[in-house]
């Protein structure tokens, strides 16, 4: 693989974002590739954000990309008759015709054609995927479900709930998104010890300021926490800090004051659920493998945008 970054006024105004051999990837083809919830907010996250959500998106198309050119390379060619099949029963799930897709599709910009390329490409992506990087052939062994097991506990006590502190600081006080980030990576620099944790929040929080941070309520899993503060507090140990977590509306800082656990969910309750997140993390093993020899006999460039 060939694979260099480079940045001209040319090149952003052109809106290149990469090139997978002879196929260009535009800055454009990128945005729209980008999950709804991000798309919404896209333009009050800080840079730093939106680029990760840029590279993610790029390296998906990269990865498409490759898997067309494999394969054509192996000579993979089903018959126009199929696709053609498939479109017409798609169109017809859905309840069009083919002239009021047209229609439709015209109002969106979008020729019947490309639509069709569309889906043509995403049969074949989901063709290659079943054939080089599906489940098929992933044993897990009960040796690696008990060590996994003995490693997660604490990922399957039932009704565990944390006392938490939070620095909560809401973008609309602060000045837009970004310069909020900026505070609460400053605040964040300075926590040392609980002490300093709770005289932060009683000067900086824009929440519960007056109790230090401190919430009234004990937390669970599936409660009234945002899904990301979730994920943040749940991998805290008894007296941890998180990291900044930003989302839409600011950012937060966590502080883990106590953990209540009760009963531990036996080998056998969890065993199911750990077979299968073990076959999903050998599954991406296997997909970041095969991705890694696809990308070592392409060219690929990309571009700053």
């Not at 290149?16 to 590739?33: D, G, S, Y």
């Not at 809401?170 to 605040?187: F, M, P, Q, V």
Request: net charge positive; glycine share 4%; hydrophobic share 35%.
């Amino acid at each position: 693989m060939e694979l260099c970054s480079q940045q001209s006024s040319r090149e952003f105004n052109n809106g290149i974002a990469a090139i997978v051999n002879n196929k260009v990837i535009t800055a454009k083809t990128v945005l729209r590739e980008l999950p709804m919830e991000v798309s919404r907010v896209y333009s009050s996250l800080p840079i730093s954000e939106r680029e990760k959500y840029k590279q993610l998106a790029l390296r998906g198309l990269i990865r498409k990309e490759l898997m067309l050119n494999e394969y054509r390379e192996k000579n993979y060619n089903l018959p126009d008759s199929i696709f053609e099949q498939r479109i017409k029963e798609t169109i017809q799930r859905e309840g069009h015709t083919r002239s009021s897709l047209i229609k439709n599709l015209r109002s969106q910009g979008q020729t019947f054609d490309e639509y069709a390329n569309e889906y043509r490409e995403q049969m074949i992506h989901s063709i290659m995927r079943s054939e080089f990087i599906s489940t098929k052939g992933i044993v897990i062994s009960p040796r690696k479900i008990e060590e996994y097991y003995i490693a997660n506990k604490n990922q399957y006590r039932q009704d565990r709930e944390i006392k938490l502190r939070m620095i909560v600081l809401e973008n609309a006080k602060h000045g837009g998104a970004e310069s909020t980030r900026i505070l609460a990576d400053e605040i964040h620099a300075k926590l040392a010890d609980a002490e300093s944790f709770t005289q932060m929040a009683q000067i900086h929080s824009d929440r519960n300021n007056s109790s230090g941070g401190l919430r009234a309520q004990w937390d669970k899993k599936g409660g009234s926490l945002h899904p990301s503060l979730e994920k943040a507090a749940f991998t805290l140990g008894q007296g941890q800090v998180s990291s900044v977590v930003q989302i839409s509306n600011g950012c937060f800082i966590m502080r883990c004051e106590e953990i209540r656990q009760t009963k531990l969910k036996s080998l056998s309750e969890v065993r199911d659920e750990i077979e299968d997140n073990l076959i999903e993390q050998t599954r991406k093993e296997r997909a970041d493998k095969w991705f890694k020899k696809l990308e070592a006999k392409a060219h690929i460039q990309t571009f700053s945008f």
